[in-house]
């Protein structure tokens, strides 16, 4: 069974730090790109950023440049999104994906998802 699983979310203060995992169960990551997604209350799903299958190219949106770094490790069949400078609007439950190279930051090129971990700024 395909499955991806998040972690290393929860309660971090303006300008603190988090580093979420997503591990991968029962296939290979190396052919797959993987992206990590935000959703916060009441909207839609929106891409934070995708790293291809061999981690020659990465893709950060607008809002999170400078501030989240994505890494992959497919030897552990893990991607990481190290989070820095965190802000209040970053609160949101944060999903990992795994799809094509060719998907980029849109949600509905991806074919497997995890469930999700909840991340929370505030102080």
């Known amino acids: 069974q395909l499955q991806l699983v998040e972690s290393g979310g929860g309660l971090v203060q303006p300008g603190g730090s988090l580093g979420l995992s997503c591990a991968a169960s029962g296939f290979s990551l190396d052919y797959y790109a993987i992206g990590w997604f935000l959703q916060a209350p009441g909207k839609e799903r929106e891409g934070v950023s995708c790293i291809s299958s061999s981690a020659g190219s990465t893709y950060y949106a607008d809002s999170v440049k400078g501030r989240f770094t994505i890494s992959r490790d497919n030897a552990k069949t893990t991607v990481y999104l190290q989070m820095n400078s965190l802000k209040p609007e970053d609160t949101a439950v944060y999903y990992c994906?795994?799809?094509?190279?060719?998907?980029?930051?849109?949600?509905?090129?991806?074919?497997?998802w995890g469930q999700g971990t909840l991340v929370t700024v505030s102080s």
């Open positions: 994906a795994a799809g094509p190279n060719t998907a980029g930051l849109a949600p509905m090129e991806f074919d497997y």
